[in-house]
């Protein structure tokens, strides 16, 4: 099953931009994570914000929940061409502790 | 170890056959999570467990597919006569408590041929 859904399923921008992606989920959640995936296989994990927090930062990214509207939005200031990976929103379903990941959205920063 | 690792990083089997995925996660995290990730696709979550019991083995997709994690770390992804739809990525992830961020090993491509 999947629980969060990302949007845009692509993203393609000029380096120095920002870029936003946003996630819905379904159920009640204790926590929000996002987490980047470069091709190839490792996930790597970005940032993680509680139910009961509403924004938080951790270097250019920002993350943002919203848990009236079951949604959370990562943005990438001043983008790299680093920065060029798939990048997923993952919750955990109904409080279970199963953490369940969207589809993701492409990113690609154009130099 | 210092990440997670997972072996072997391929396996390339045949149709019919048993093949065994092993996940060795984080010294100490209690939490530990078997996902399976198709091209273009975000990881599909197979299994969880927290210590040595199956928490939820919703995403299992059919009786071929079986994990074990006995004593409380390493943990196996067993699947039984497999079928080439079986091919795709096996990530395990490991995370110190059910509630905190999650590490994710390499990966394992498995390939049914």
């Known amino acids: 099953s999947q629980q969060g859904e990302e949007d845009p399923q692509a993203l393609s921008i000029q380096e120095g931009e920002n870029a936003t992606m946003n996630c819905s989920y379904k159920t009640s959640i204790n926590n929000l994570q996002w987490y980047r995936q470069n091709s190839g296989r490792g996930l790597v994990h970005l940032i993680l914000?509680?139910?009961?927090?509403r924004e938080k930062h951790s270097g250019r990214l920002r993350v943002t929940l919203d848990t009236s509207k079951k949604s959370s939005s990562l943005l990438i200031t001043a983008s790299r061409a680093a920065d060029t990976a798939s990048y997923f929103c993952a919750t955990d379903e109904g409080n279970t502790g199963k953490l369940i990941f969207g589809q993701g959205t492409t990113l690609q920063v154009k130099p | 170890g210092a990440g997670v690792s997972q072996t072997p990083s391929n396996k390339v089997t045949e149709k019919g056959k048993y093949v065994e995925l092993r996940c060795d996660p984080i010294s100490g995290h209690t939490a530990l999570y078997w996902y399976r990730q198709s091209l273009g696709q975000g990881p599909e979550f197979l299994i969880y467990f927290q210590g040595t019991g199956a928490a939820d083995d919703s995403g299992l997709p059919n009786d071929r597919f079986f994990a074990v994690r006995p004593e409380g770390s390493v943990s196996t992804l067993k699947i039984q006569r497999t079928e080439r739809g079986d091919s795709a990525v096996y990530l395990c992830?490991?995370?110190?408590?059910?509630?905190?961020?999650?590490?994710f090993g390499q990966g394992t491509r498995l390939t049914v041929v």
């Open positions: 914000i509680r139910s009961n927090e």
């Open positions: 992830a490991s995370s110190l408590t059910r509630v905190t961020e999650a590490f």
